[in-house]
């Protein structure tokens, strides 16, 4: 008699302007996995009335009800897929938003240098703020994961996926307890239903990549405006928290 094959909810949490989408593209290209783009993004801007590329395409056409979307990440998979992959931004999860849904997932981090974050997030934003690039959120996540599990969940770094990417993802799969399938490494180009309708404002980059594209890690910009400087100064502390964590390939 076959074992049935137990499904498990990954939520992967990050700030914008990270190789977020990639992952997403990375684990979507998984045979057993289905995946969600950014599932309270809609909550996030009907809640906070802030003025994103497509706001009130966004809010129309998905989910805006944070109750019912929790319901849904912890709800039924398709037949034949065991593995949920949901892309978090971690900005979405607002104070009054109820956090007892998130026991029923496994959690995943992925973090990027604030201050490249911030100056990404600054060309389409603009307006960087602490709660915008979602470091204090990520850390308050990740330390409830730590109280309720009693285990530290998996970090990983943008930079470090970037230079190593098969043997980053096999030691991210291994700590997840899930099969690393080399499928995660290459993907086809373009767009997926899968995408949120934000995509076409944010997702140029990724619709032309087909794998995760190796690179050195490349020296800090020299000249950041001041209040830039200052607000990456005041997100480090969170950042340096959740780096002292990270996965290695080693």
């Known amino acids: 008699m076959k074992t049935a094959t137990a499904v498990k909810r990954i939520a992967m949490w990050s700030g914008p302007r990270n190789i977020s989408t990639a992952m997403m593209r990375s684990f979507g290209n998984r045979s057993d996995t289905v995946v969600c783009d950014e599932p309270l993004y809609a909550h996030y801007l009907r809640e906070t009335g802030y003025r994103h590329p497509a706001a009130d395409l966004i809010i129309e056409h998905h989910e805006a009800d944070w109750e019912k979307v929790a319901e849904w990440l912890t709800g039924s998979l398709p037949n034949g897929k065991t593995l949920f992959y949901q892309k978090h931004m971690s900005q979405h999860m607002l104070d009054h938003v109820g956090r007892d849904w998130l026991d029923r997932l496994d959690h995943a981090f992925l973090i990027r240098d604030p201050l490249r974050v911030i100056?990404?997030?600054?060309?389409?934003?603009?307006?960087?703020?602490?709660?915008?690039?979602?470091?204090?959120?990520?850390?308050?996540?990740?330390?409830?994961?730590?109280?309720?599990?009693?285990?530290?969940?998996?970090?990983?770094?943008?930079?470090?996926?970037?230079?190593?990417?098969?043997?980053?993802?096999?030691?991210?799969?291994?700590?997840?307890?899930?099969?690393?399938?080399?499928?995660?490494?290459?993907?086809?180009?373009?767009?997926?239903?899968?995408?949120?309708?934000?995509?076409?404002?944010?997702?140029?980059?990724?619709?032309?990549?087909?794998?995760?594209?190796?690179?050195?890690?490349?020296?800090?910009?020299?000249?950041?405006?001041?209040?830039?400087?200052e607000l990456a100064e005041r997100a480090e502390p969170y950042y340096r928290k959740l780096w002292s964590y990270r996965i290695t390939p080693d």
Request: glycine residues 8%.
């Open 119 to 229: 100056l990404s997030y600054n060309e389409i934003i603009g307006d960087a703020s602490l709660e915008a690039i979602g470091l204090p959120q990520q850390l308050e996540i990740f330390e409830r994961v730590i109280e309720k599990t009693g285990r530290v969940p998996p970090v990983v770094d943008s930079e470090d996926i970037q230079a190593a990417p098969e043997p980053m993802l096999r030691r991210l799969c291994e700590k997840m307890g899930i099969e690393f399938m080399d499928s995660m490494l290459h993907w086809p180009p373009g767009p997926r239903s899968t995408d949120g309708v934000w995509g076409p404002h944010w997702y140029e980059k990724t619709y032309g990549s087909t794998w995760f594209r190796p690179v050195k890690p490349r020296p800090r910009p020299d000249h950041v405006p001041p209040d830039l400087v």
